[in-house]
């Protein structure tokens, strides 16, 4: 293949033009510059010599075998035009190689080339031509032979196709006309020896030129990508947050960007040439990897900077010669130290109860099971305390939210005080606490601690030169003694809290074999949940969503109730976790759903109905059927129903629970997140296109009034739900201020006690038929 010099090569700078074909056409296009016309012109100025001493050795030639036959006068002439002639274009050719490329480069017109070329041949054909009929034949068939064979110096001119097509034509007519003079003198058997070698040169020189153009395009091509390519890697370098490395064979140095240099804080001097992982710091997991001689992604080390510990990520393949031989490595690197700490971040959002500062729900499993597993594996019983506090519903009710939330950031720091080294403090949500305690071997310690609880508690709390008192009640198991399982420790400690309630609260309770009763009654509350199935005891509430935007009514959440014949109101938080295990979950959920969409059909659009869907309801396959059925059984579009998840989604079968999502999003039926950041981290599903909502929990709302941390957060969700095409709500607005103050920062649509608490259907309906009255006046 043909290779341009590397002071032509770093000439060729543009590209080609959208549309521009690599062809004899190319060259003579005068739109601009290309890499096939700049090669052209450099391979065109290292021919030019080759050219152009061919055409004045035959002149030579021609004068020494015709001297005696030839005026010397004319022929010296003669020989100074061709010798002059070619001299000058030759010299004209190399400077076009070094003016006439690139993008400022001046243009060529094709016309000037050929016209170069047929002047130079008419130049050495008019001696030859004017004289040939006054040679004697012999002469004749020598000066034939000559012209015959000076078609072969139209290899000179191979690189531009269509100049090589005028020399062979030029000389094809003028040995014609030569031959057609001499056709009586010269025997015919040497008139097709001259015809046979021209007709070779002709072939030869046309077969050499096609192959020497396609390598011209090659180089031309070859040299457009590596362009290319190394403007990328400029760019990259540049502008991304990437950087370049590469290491011979004993993982010494070779080439390391700018970037990464300065990171180090090392000269360039200094870094050329030293042990790679050693540069980095010695890590060993790099040496490692490197020895394998194996290719690696996203190999994660901390390293030492100028701006103090950073964390890189780097990949690398391995770079082997054609006969197979391992020469080093080279790859990319990115410092991902902000990428770190946003995870840290989110880590920390999604297992953190955001008012408190401590563990939240699912933080609280979590440390459970790690306890368990310890205590199943060293003998020593492990405990949790589930604590309530008594006495916290009137003090929201009588001092508001507000001051409510600073009694539970008190009462969390009580617990972590008196709690110490002992064990984890975390909040499972409202007023509800838990305690995991890894080692419960002396049953006295834990009494102690939870009487210390409780007298810490019962302290008056001073919230605004306003005293507060309550109290707590505690509930306690011990693992694996009374449960092996998480979900078995939780519950037996639940119903420990239970008795604690029952036993005048302030107390704490253990569980026991007394509390058998208690499980005896969860199963008439069983029993009487599948009778109140069957003769549909439930009724639904509806909370008003209103737009942010212009405090319309947008929709309402549906809230499900129990009127229990004999126990009056049972709580959602009390039937559901029973409803799921004893699998009456769908029969409820079929019956909210049916119920949804016969109110939504009896409401105008836009209004909508949200209906909140547990855990273990949306792993059910028959689900999506259910809704679809639903929906054409009332005639209502799937866009007007939305199904509220929580984060608990996603701690089963996830990879059931996302193809459930996606099969009701297909329906039209949006899908939120409810209480976001709350509960287990699901972060890393928000990029599966299945919800459309995200909801923040209360808790942030009314904490953003007096805390800016629950700004910024509030402000990173609201970013993050757009950034993945999400509409926001907020819940718990319950003041004019915290209306404002989500509405500024980018909430969609407001839900909370300002616009309305649970209503009855008839109290929605007339909400809904007034704002339709509004509309029409």
Excluded at 106 to 133: E, I
Excluded at 637 to 650: A, D, S, Y
Aim: include cysteine; glycine fraction near 8%.
């Amino acid at each position: 293949m043909y290779k341009a010099p590397d002071r032509y090569k770093r000439m060729i700078s543009a590209r080609l033009p959208d549309g521009e074909s690599l062809g004899v056409s190319t060259f003579a296009d005068d739109r601009s510059s290309s890499p096939l016309r700049d090669v052209q012109l450099i391979a065109r100025a290292q021919f030019a010599p080759l050219f152009s001493i061919a055409n004045i050795v035959a002149a030579l030639l021609v004068a020494a075998a015709l001297h005696s036959a030839l005026d010397m006068a004319q022929v010296m002439g003669w020989i100074l035009l061709v010798a002059s002639a070619n001299v000058l274009s030759m010299m004209w050719a190399r400077k076009q190689a070094v003016t006439h490329i690139g993008r400022s480069g001046r243009k060529v017109p094709m016309a000037v080339l050929v016209g170069d070329v047929v002047l130079r041949g008419l130049a050495w054909l008019s001696l030859p031509l004017f004289s040939f009929a006054s040679l004697a034949p012999p002469e004749q068939v020598i000066l034939g032979s000559i012209m015959a064979g000076l078609g072969v110096a139209a290899l000179g001119l191979v690189v531009i196709p269509i100049c090589v097509m005028a020399w062979m034509a030029l000389f094809t007519a003028g040995l014609c006309y030569a031959m057609v003079i001499a056709r009586s003198g010269i025997p015919f058997e040497h008139m097709l020896s001259i015809l046979f070698i021209l007709g070779v040169s002709i072939v030869g020189v046309v077969h050499v030129a096609r192959w020497a153009f396609g390598q011209l395009k090659t180089t031309a091509d070859f040299g457009t990508q590596s362009e290319s390519a190394n403007l990328l890697l400029q760019e990259y370098e540049k502008r991304g947050v990437g950087w370049l490395w590469q290491v011979d064979d004993e993982n010494r140095v070779t080439y390391l960007s700018s970037r990464m240099v300065a990171l180090l804080g090392k000269p360039s001097s200094q870094v050329i040439g030293q042990n790679f992982p050693g540069l980095l710091g010695e890590h060993k997991e790099l040496g490692s990897v490197l020895l394998e001689k194996k290719p690696f992604t996203n190999l994660e080390m901390e390293v030492s900077s100028r701006r103090g510990s950073r964390w890189i990520s780097i990949s690398g393949d391995p770079i082997v010669d054609t006969a197979g031989r391992f020469e080093g490595f080279r790859g990319v690197g990115s410092d991902i130290t902000e990428v770190r700490a946003t995870q840290e971040r989110l880590t920390n959002l999604a297992n953190m109860d955001v008012l408190s500062g401590l563990p939240n729900r699912g933080r609280v499993r979590q440390l459970l099971g790690e306890a368990l597993r310890t205590a199943n594996q060293s003998n020593v019983p492990c405990a949790i305390m589930f604590l309530d506090l008594d006495g916290f519903k009137p003090v929201n009710d009588t001092f508001g939210h507000p001051k409510g939330d600073a009694v539970l950031q008190a009462v969390a720091k009580r617990l972590c005080n008196e709690v110490g080294d002992l064990g984890h403090v975390g909040r499972m949500g409202g007023d509800e606490f838990a305690i995991v305690i890894k080692d419960a071997q002396s049953r006295k310690n834990i009494e102690t601690l939870a009487a210390s609880i409780i007298t810490a508690i019962k302290e008056p709390y001073i919230i605004d030169e306003t005293e507060i008192r309550i109290g707590v009640s505690i509930g306690c198991a011990f693992g694996p003694i009374d449960g092996a399982t998480v979900d078995d420790l939780i519950l037996k400690a639940d119903l420990a809290l239970y008795e604690a309630k029952g036993a005048g609260r302030g107390v704490a309770k253990y569980f026991s074999s007394e509390l058998q009763s208690e499980q005896d009654d969860r199963v008439r509350l069983e029993s009487d949940l599948r009778a109140a199935v069957a003769s549909k005891q439930f009724h639904l509430l509806y909370q008003p969503l209103v737009s942010a935007k212009d405090q319309k009514l947008v929709g309402f959440e549906a809230l499900i109730r129990w009127q229990h014949p004999t126990r009056g109101l049972i709580p959602p938080p009390v039937f559901i976790p029973i409803a799921e295990e004893c699998g009456l979950m769908m029969q409820i959920g079929e019956w909210v759903i049916t119920e949804a969409c016969r109110t939504i059909s009896q409401w105008p659009e836009p209004i909508t109905v949200a209906v909140n869907i547990s855990p273990k309801q949306i792993c059910m396959p028959a689900l999506p059927n259910i809704v679809s059925q639903c929906l054409a059984r009332y005639k209502v579009p799937g866009n007007r129903i939305e199904l509220e998840v929580t984060e608990g989604v996603f701690l089963g079968n996830n990879t059931v629970t996302l193809d459930n999502l996606k099969r009701l999003r297909q329906l039209g039926v949006g899908i939120a997140l409810d209480d976001f950041g709350t509960g287990y981290s699901s972060i890393g599903y928000l990029n599966k296109a299945v919800f459309h909502k995200l909801k923040i929990d209360g808790s942030f709302v009314r904490e953003a009034g007096t805390r800016e941390e629950n700004v910024a957060i509030i402000q990173s969700i609201v970013q993050l739900a757009k950034s993945f095409r999400m509409n926001v709500t907020a819940e718990g607005v319950e003041t004019a201020e915290d209306f404002e103050r989500m509405r500024d920062l980018g909430v969609d649509t407001i839900q909370g006690y300002l616009f309305g608490r649970p209503l009855a259907f008839d109290r929605a309906d007339q909400m809904v038929r007034g704002m339709v009255r509004q509309k029409a006046s």
